[in-house]
Nanobody, 116 residues
Framework: QVQLVESGGGLVHTGGSLRLSCTAS????????MGWDRQAPGQQRELVAR???????SYGDSVKGRFTVSRDNAKSTVYLEMNSLKPEDTAVYYC??????????WGQGTQVTVSS
């Protein structure tokens, strides 16, 4: 089974930065589409960022220009660099992995809180 372990969440002031990390196991990491979703209290889970096995990236409209997703295949790790954080970025952030033909998996999540 695919296992995803996130780290790097925390409390930051408006305008600050955080970097999330997610280490994956149980699949051939370099073949996986990886990414991040988030869910704020009382709201639906939304796509934040994706990075393909080729390094192609895509972002949700609310984070474009502020967040950057990257991956290190040698470390089986995907990162989310978050800059210019806003209170509305407060959410639980989930690492996402989509191995070929195996469906989609999510980690347990890490809390990000942005204070105003």
């Amino acid at each position: 089974q695919v296992q995803l372990v996130e780290s790097g969440g925390g409390l930051v002031h408006t305008g600050g930065s955080l970097r999330l990390s997610c280490t994956a196991s149980g699949s051939t990491f370099r073949l996986n589409v990886m990414g991040w979703d988030r869910q704020a209290p009382g709201q639906q889970r939304e796509l934040v960022a994706r990075i393909s096995e080729y390094g192609t990236t895509s972002y949700g409209d609310s984070v474009k220009g502020r967040f950057t997703v990257s991956r290190d295949n040698a470390k089986s790790t995907v990162y989310l660099e978050m800059n210019s954080l806003k209170p509305e970025d407060t959410a639980v952030y989930y690492c996402v992995s989509s191995p070929p033909f195996l469906g989609t998996f999510w980690g347990q999540g890490t809390q990000v809180t942005v204070s105003s």
